[in-house]
């Protein structure tokens, strides 16, 4: 079990550029959520995949991000024409078969800051 | 629509002192409800988590919860307090079906003075 990791663990963008952020959960895990953390407040659910599928979608997740799970092992986040708002640290994390009761591993996240 | 409150933003106790974390939760039926601790540089790990039976739930690390329906309460506990324990800590619930979409309190920041 090498946990759940992320790439990269920290990125740095002017506004208007795209920026893509990579996720690798725990290998037997189907079950793939992004989050969003912004200082001082608790991370936010942003997306859901179960295997290749996205499940489900927040409203903060606007037309400019697009998350994708093509193999149902990795998946990655793309943001378009970031805004400052944008910047956050972006958190991913798996969970087997079985959730809710099952927990959620986190990775370290990826620490957006857009200029 | 589900929601978490964390009364407290900042917490500072001595080294051995004890530790009460206070949460509130607002949801139509009783969730799942869990803590979690971040650290700085690192993800965010469970401490413990409640589903139904006995309302005091035991954690890692030394931690306790006590779930309160009549409160809507899932306060966090700690008798006696290390310095390795100054952390943010979040409580969060998820809806008691389907997957994890977990709904986080705003967090508790810890300090742990000598």
């Known amino acids: 079990d090498t946990g759940v990791s992320q790439d990269p663990r920290h990125k740095i963008t002017k506004r208007g550029q795209n920026v893509t952020f990579r996720c690798d959960p725990i290998?037997?895990?189907?079950?793939l959520y992004w989050y969003r953390q912004t200082l001082g407040q608790g991370p936010e659910f942003l997306t859901y995949?179960?295997?290749?599928?996205?499940?489900?979608k927040s409203r903060l997740l606007s037309d400019r991000f697009s998350a994708e799970r093509p193999k149902g092992s990795f998946s990655t986040l793309e943001i378009q024409r970031t805004e400052q708002g944008d910047s956050a640290m972006y958190l991913c994390?798996?969970?087997?078969?079985?959730?809710?009761?099952?927990?959620?591993?986190f990775g370290s996240g990826t620490q957006l800051s857009v200029l | 629509a589900q929601s978490v409150t964390q009364p407290d933003i900042h917490i500072t106790v001595s080294e051995g002192a004890s530790l009460e974390l206070r949460c509130n939760y607002s949801?139509?039926?009783?969730?799942?409800l869990f803590w979690y601790v971040q650290s700085p540089g690192q993800g965010l790990q469970l401490l413990l988590k409640?589903?139904?039976?006995?309302?005091l739930v035991q954690g890692i690390k030394g931690f306790e919860a006590e779930f309160k329906r009549s409160q809507s309460s899932f306060n966090l506990r700690k008798p006696s307090v290390h310095w390795s324990d100054a952390a943010e800590y979040f409580c969060?619930?998820?809806?008691?079906?389907?997957?994890?979409?977990?709904?986080f309190g705003t967090g508790t920041k810890l300090q742990v003075i000598p």
């Open positions: 994390a798996s969970s087997p078969e079985g959730a809710p009761r099952e927990k959620l591993f």
């Open positions: 290998s037997e895990h189907n079950r």
């Open positions: 995949f179960q295997n290749e599928a996205q499940l489900e």
């Open positions: 949801y139509g039926a009783t969730p799942y």
């Open positions: 409640y589903f139904s039976g006995d309302t």
């Open positions: 969060a619930v998820v809806p008691s079906g389907g997957y994890q979409k977990v709904t």
